[in-house]
């Protein structure tokens, strides 16, 4: 029962995409001309956006689609990061063939942690997840197995070689760094609008109705933490082969902290909101160098500011509710006024949960891109909980 | 019996040391409670109250003008008030206007005003460590045996017992507390009940970041030195303890407290320094695994 039209893109919008996608391909070049010499500054600050930007889609799986409150990214970053530096360093392996080793043990811890721990709601996740980096952290630090080289790291890693060509220079990584950003774009793209997606966004609306549909919560739950992390790992591999030398504080509770906080100020769930809340919180405090050390008081600051104002993030993502096909869209219309009849109190009771914070989130989404339609869309979700009360009733 | 007295050693170091997180964690747990929203702040707001402690009595010379007793008396009250004050502007500006949106945004406006308040700590008092006088109060040790037990320890120890004491009774004797225990429960049903929800947050608000502050100056006068990001650490794990004893239940909180204490001050002396934290969240985690909703919280069914 899919109700997930595969949306229509309008070809006004793709055309744009493209076009900010080409102008952002040629930013090298162009910062070249127009920065001179402080260029490489510039890409480098790009760089650490890029690859915060792929940190924080990754995040975004778990945070933002499952609503898993998760704050110890840094954890499989981190793992991901060492596991490549030490079969680098100590077996020397290629940095780029690590990458599926990366991956495949921050994916492993992961899983192996979150399998425990998952059914745990909200806040106590969260509070595990923070324990996690920090035990992560803490046995870097103590240099576990004698081979993460204690708080000093780990240090001379090589550079990244793709097909003979080795990349050296910040415009190297940046096409590198960026290149995997695309792909990470077009992945989770792909994995929102799966069964996969739709399970996990299931969960995150009503975790109950989803496992009374025979949704397998736990089993959703854990995958989305291995897949999150696992592709953090892949990050780790790339942020050991540009920094070339990691150390533990480079994984601490902070840095999942501002992870954190990109996915929620971008808009949880939403790519496009991820994306800016990576060049807002990573970018932008670089443009204020100027300021010193009073950036992060700002930066705080205005974080409350932004979460008053806009408490579903910038970009929120869109209602939940899937919007009905024109011709189903008339038909079911009729049936919201069977939820006031006494059959489905119970059930009507319980949608109207989700319901509220669809229609919310919603509310601001409207405010920012009134787009044509869309009226109808919260009207449908409703529509759909119905259509689910009623099964369940039967 | 060296070993013994070792030991006495540390469970002394861990209770006083559990006594002073206790003190945090309740801030915690009184909030959560009430608002169910983790207050990131509170770790920021007691490492307020150390530089605070601080200011007065080292920069200030209150220890050397009015003589110990009095000058720490002193210190205690207006510490406290500014705190709290603190407190209560942080829910003013920062959670008040997010009650009725998501919890996520609430975190995000919790984490940046905590990111705010470190900032301007370390702006404000300076990056370095700043080192709390150490004639501060006379340097008396009680030797019992071979054991060692410094004055400090004890006193600091007392002194949050006897606070925790009277929020206790506070909290289940008066009106006032009833009404917080009766908010922290349901607070629509509280509402019902003619409860103004509303002061208890602002009460709560107040409790809390004063119960935060004076650990913050007892942490001072403790180890005898501070730093702007102590808050992180020490709230990290006051909400650990939180958590531990079951957050929002307010015993919970001591209980958990004084058990951190006591783990870390034993872990660190049996089995190894560098590995105490790690083996502090281990135990957490392990908690949280067999009992999801701490140790003293009943295990309740799951509102649909």
């Known amino acids: 029962m899919s109700f997930a039209s595969a949306s229509r893109r309008k070809s006004f919008g793709s055309a744009l995409t493209v076009a900010a996608v080409f102008v952002f391909a040629c930013l090298p070049f162009l910062l070249g001309h127009l920065a001179g010499s402080s260029a490489p500054y510039w890409l480098d600050v790009l760089n650490t956006v890029g690859?915060?930007?792929?940190?924080?889609?990754?995040?975004?799986?778990?945070?933002?689609?499952?609503?898993?409150?998760?704050?110890?990214?840094?954890?499989?970053?981190?793992?991901?990061?060492?596991?490549?530096?030490?079969?680098?360093?100590?077996?020397?392996?290629?940095?780029?063939?690590?990458?599926?080793?990366?991956?495949?043990?921050?994916g492993l811890l992961a899983g192996l942690v979150a399998w425990p721990v998952v059914h745990l709601s909200g806040d106590y996740l969260l509070i595990v997840t923070i324990g996690i980096v920090e035990i992560v952290r803490i046995a870097l630090t103590n240099d576990i197995f004698g081979l993460t080289g204690g708080p000093n790291g780990l240090v001379g890693i090589s550079r990244p070689e793709i097909m003979g060509f080795r990349l050296t220079r910040p415009q190297h990584f940046f096409y590198l760094i960026w290149g995997l950003v695309a792909v990470s774009v077009l992945l989770f793209d792909w994995l929102e609008r799966s069964r996969f997606g739709r399970a996990l966004k299931y969960i995150r609306e009503d975790v109950v109705a989803a496992e009374s549909m025979g949704v397998n919560t736990n089993k959703y739950k854990i995958l989305a933490f291995v897949i999150g992390a696992a592709w953090a790992g892949l990050a780790g591999t790339v942020y050991a082969s540009r920094m070339r030398t990691i150390s533990p504080e480079s994984f601490n509770f902070t840095e999942s902290v501002f992870l954190f906080i990109i996915v929620i100020l971008g808009g949880r769930g939403n790519q496009k909101g991820v994306l800016l809340g990576s060049f807002l919180v990573m970018g932008l405090p670089e443009i204020f160098r100027g300021f010193e050390n009073?950036?992060?008081?700002?930066?705080?600051?205005?974080?409350?500011?932004?979460?008053?104002?806009?408490?579903?993030?910038?970009?929120?993502?869109?209602?939940?509710?899937?919007?009905l096909p024109e011709p189903y869209r008339s038909r079911y219309k009729r049936l919201p006024d069977l939820s006031s009849g006494g059959v489905f109190n119970g059930a009507g009771s319980r949608a109207n949960g989700p319901n509220a914070s669809a229609s919310e989130g919603f509310a601001s989404g409207q405010a920012a891109a009134p787009s044509s339609g869309s009226g109808e869309s919260s009207d449908s979700s409703k529509v759909i909980s119905v259509d689910v009360g009623q099964d369940l009733v039967k | 019996?060296?070993?013994?007295?070792?030991?006495?050693?540390?469970?002394?170091?861990?209770?006083?040391?559990?006594?002073?997180?206790?003190?945090?964690?309740?801030?915690?747990?009184?909030?959560?409670?009430?608002?169910?929203?983790?207050?990131?702040?509170?770790?920021?707001?007691?490492?307020?109250?150390?530089?605070?402690?601080?200011?007065?009595?080292?920069?200030?010379?209150?220890?050397?003008?009015?003589?110990?007793?009095?000058?720490?008396?002193?210190?205690?009250?207006?510490?406290?008030?500014?705190?709290?004050?603190?407190?209560?502007?942080?829910?003013?500006?920062?959670?008040?206007?997010?009650?009725?949106?998501?919890?996520?945004?609430?975190?995000?406006?919790?984490?940046?005003?905590?990111?705010?308040?470190?900032?301007?700590?370390?702006?404000?008092?300076?990056?370095?460590?700043?080192?709390?006088?150490?004639?501060?109060?006379?340097?008396?040790?009680?030797?019992?045996?071979?054991?060692?037990?410094?004055?400090?320890?004890?006193?600091?120890?007392?002194?949050?017992?006897?606070?925790?004491?009277?929020?206790?009774?506070?909290?289940?004797?008066?009106?006032l507390g009833l009404a917080i225990r009766a908010a922290a429960i349901d607070q629509g049903a509280a509402k019902l009940m003619g409860v103004d929800v509303q002061k208890v947050i602002i009460l709560v608000f107040i409790i809390g970041p004063a119960l935060g502050g004076l650990a913050g100056l007892l942490v001072g006068v403790y180890y005898g030195q501070i730093n702007f990001n102590m808050g992180q650490l020490y709230g990290l794990?006051?909400?650990?303890?939180?958590?531990?004893?079951?957050?929002?239940?307010?015993?919970?909180a001591m209980v958990g407290g004084?058990?951190?204490?006591?783990?870390?001050?034993?872990?660190?002396?049996?089995?190894?320094?560098?590995?105490?934290?790690?083996?502090?969240?281990?135990?957490?985690?392990?908690?949280?695994?067999?009992?999801?909703t701490g140790l003293l919280k009943e295990r309740v069914a799951e509102k649909l």
């Open chain 1, 51 to 106: 690859l915060y930007a792929i940190l924080a889609l990754s995040l975004n799986i778990i945070l933002g689609h499952a609503g898993l409150f998760h704050m110890g990214h840094a954890a499989f970053f981190a793992v991901g990061a060492y596991v490549s530096a030490i079969l680098n360093l100590t077996f020397d392996w290629p940095i780029m063939a690590t990458i599926p080793a990366a991956a495949l043990a921050a």
């Open chain 2, 258 to 292: 004084l058990l951190l204490g006591l783990l870390e001050a034993l872990g660190e002396g049996y089995i190894s320094v560098i590995w105490k934290d790690a083996i502090t969240f281990l135990v957490l985690i392990l908690i949280l695994v067999f009992r999801p």
């Open chain 2, 237 to 252: 794990k006051a909400f650990t303890a939180a958590i531990v004893g079951g957050i929002g239940n307010i015993t919970g």
């Open chain 2, 1 to 175: 019996m060296p070993d013994f007295e070792f030991f006495l050693q540390q469970l002394s170091n861990g209770l006083t040391r559990g006594s002073i997180y206790a003190l945090i964690a309740l801030g915690y747990t009184m909030v959560y409670g009430v608002m169910k929203l983790i207050n990131f702040a509170h770790g920021e707001l007691f490492a307020l109250g150390a530089y605070l402690g601080y200011t007065l009595l080292v920069v200030f010379g209150l220890g050397g003008s009015l003589g110990p007793p009095l000058a720490i008396g002193l210190s205690i009250i207006m510490v406290v008030g500014l705190v709290s004050l603190a407190g209560y502007l942080l829910e003013r500006v920062a959670y008040r206007p997010l009650r009725s949106s998501d919890r996520l945004a609430a975190v995000v406006s919790a984490l940046g005003a905590s990111i705010f308040l470190q900032n301007a700590i370390m702006l404000q008092w300076g990056a370095q460590y700043r080192a709390f006088g150490a004639d501060l109060l006379p340097n008396v040790v009680f030797h019992i045996g071979g054991f060692n037990l410094p004055l400090v320890r004890v006193l600091v120890f007392v002194a949050a017992v006897a606070v925790m004491a009277a929020l206790h009774v506070f909290v289940h004797r008066t009106r």
């Open chain 1, 294 to 323: 009073k950036r992060l008081l700002v930066f705080g600051a205005a974080l409350v500011i932004m979460m008053i104002f806009r408490p579903g993030g910038l970009l929120p993502a869109r209602s939940p509710g899937y919007k």
